[in-house]
């Protein structure tokens, strides 16, 4: 059975909030289907209603409704600052033994 794109948005924006430390409830649920019936119907109305299956993932436009999602999904959602570590360690200036020794 195909899945539908607002099933797989719902999927994808729940894992990305619980990546992020949001805990799912129902109304982090509610939330985020708000959210993608709100993309959704933008998209639709951008097509001119002209999809005859606007859930289908086969439509010309699932990534457009999964980009819309994710650009939104900031303003909908209070996400923690993402703590990222540090690639390298802290530069510190330092002699290897070329020059002459003081």
């Given at each position: 059975m195909e899945r539908a794109i607002c099933q797989y948005a719902l999927d994808r924006v729940m894992l990305y909030l619980r990546n992020y430390g949001v805990a799912p409830s129902p109304q982090v649920c509610r939330r985020a289907l708000a959210l993608i019936d709100e993309c959704l119907a933008e998209v639709m109305t951008g097509q001119g209603g002209s999809v005859p299956r606007p859930c289908q993932s086969d439509t010309p436009f699932p990534g457009g409704v999964l980009a819309l999602v994710f650009?939104?999904?900031?303003?909908?959602?209070d996400l923690p600052e993402l703590y990222v570590p540090l690639q390298r360690p802290p530069i510190q200036r330092g002699s290897i033994?070329?020059?002459?020794?003081?």
């Open positions: 650009d939104r999904l900031p303003g909908y959602f033994g070329y020059g002459p020794t003081l």
